[in-house]
């Protein structure tokens, strides 16, 4: 991993922020998780920007420049030899960290023959400032593993779906693909998504009991672009297999971010 602390390379093991500092004792800091395709960063202009959004949701005055910043992602990122890398930057009032390793590409047989997820009630505070403070989504996330499933779909007190603990989702009924704009983090693939969708998408808001009943089900994040969905909670979505309109957007999205 290579780790860079307001500007300074530093060594995994040496690499520290002060114990009294308000991103240690109360997780008082915004961050981004970002990638790179064959060398290339995927959005960063986005990913910098949401992350300046979300420090000014939470009240956050940087020190660092968003210009500064996006610079320094850079920098540090050329210093990788990996050709698909995994980036995260942290963002607090006084330090910038940019954390660089390689990524750890999922199984292919979970892009052919989807993944399983299971519901966990609640949802995010502050669900459009991506913060650095979610413990209820680390125990989401633990509970879907526990449950040997992929990720956990969280289910509001009025049992409307939003998203999920580390990703955003999307379904498709009769056709026609949905999500829903309410109370969510707008992930980046979420966004890119769309915009490969060119208009034929619905927004709306939907619950546990209807999605379970859609024909496909299919879930974004940075990391890993579009898993589709052919289990919840034990209940098969549609066939059970990636669907075509799933299908149609992951080659979409492939051609998109690999040239292919």
Partial sequence: MIISINGKITDEKRAKIPVTSNAFLFGYAVFETIRTYNKKVFRLNDHIARLYMSADIMGIKPEWTLKKAY???????????????????????????VMVEPLKEKPTSMYKKGVKIVSFHGKRNVPHA?????????????????????????????????????ANIFWVKDGKLHST?????????????????????????????NILDADEVFITQTTSGILPVVEIDGQKIGTGRPGPVTKKLMKKFEKLVWGK
């Fill in 71 to 97: 610079a320094e992602v850079c920098r540090v990122l050329d210093k990788s030899e990996w050709k698909e890398a995994k980036i995260r930057v942290i963002l607090t009032n006084k330090n910038f960290v």
């Fill in 130 to 166: 991506k913060k650095l403070a979610d413990a209820f989504c680390y125990l989401a996330k633990q509970h879907a593993l526990s449950c040997g499933a992929y990720e956990a779909l969280l289910v509001d007190p009025k049992t409307y779906v939003r998203e999920c603990a580390y």
């Fill in 181 to 209: 704009n309410k109370e969510i983090l707008f992930g980046i693939t979420r966004e890119t998504i769309i915009e490969l969708a060119d208009g034929g998408i619905v927004f709306r808001g939907v619950k546990y009991k």
